[in-house]
């Protein structure tokens, strides 16, 4: 029994005696998939080393974390739901607003940690393959909140711009005080030589025929 292969467009012609077969390459191949990706779990740790864990997946929404002025290190964790092939899954992660670059993790490995995270707002994008290692799309999963300390709110650079106006205010009255007092024992001081030139000239005149 023999067997006639020939190539065609986007795959390979396979022909025999009872027939043809035509095998097309998987189109995944010339681009991105759909990838299905969330966060599973996220792990916030405090400035004082208190973690805690929770759970953000759902179906309804974009899920969103607000974090303390004293949480600025997360871990998060994602998944594709292949949990058959999950060693062989790649992530990269990009947090916009914090860093323009896409961050490529190991093969297998889902984790990712946000280490010294500013106040501010962030979104967290991740891509991720299937088991053949063909990337998907990148897909908003998260968006993150971190709250200002309160020296950082809006209410104390008010009180900063006051306090330093009020400062000013101070300072310049000062300084203009300081000048009239100079300027008043200027002029007490020249009246005072004036004075005595004065009554000089006159003791002079009176002494002299």
Not at 121 to 130: G, H, P, S
Not at 158 to 163: R, T
Request: glycine share 6%.
């Amino acid at each position: 029994m023999s067997a006639n292969i020939a190539a065609v467009e986007n795959g390979v012609c396979v022909g025999g005696a009872g027939g043809a077969c035509l095998f097309t390459t998987n189109e995944r191949l010339n681009g991105a998939v759909e990838v299905p990706v969330c966060v599973s779990s996220y792990t916030v740790t405090t400035d004082d080393g208190t973690s805690t864990k929770g759970f953000l997946y759902s179906e309804e929404k974009q899920p969103s974390l607000e974090l303390a002025a004293n949480s600025s290190n997360v871990t998060l964790s994602f998944t594709t739901f292949n949990h058959m092939n999950a060693t062989e899954v790649n992530f990269a992660v990009k947090i916009n607003g914090w860093t323009d670059e896409w961050v490529n993790l190991k093969t297998g490995d889902n984790t990712f940690r946000i280490i010294n995270l500013p106040k501010g707002n962030y979104e967290v994008q991740v891509r991720a393959t299937d088991e053949y290692g063909i990337w998907g799309n990148p897909c908003s999963v998260l968006m993150i909140h971190r709250l200002p300390a309160w020296w950082e709110t809006w209410w104390a650079i008010m009180l900063y711009i006051l306090s330093g106006a009020a400062l000013l205010v101070l300072a310049v009255r000062y300084y203009l005080t300081r000048q009239k007092r100079k300027n008043i024992e200027e002029m007490e001081q020249r009246l005072t030589d004036m004075k005595f030139r004065f009554f000089t000239n006159m003791s002079h005149e009176l002494r002299t025929p």
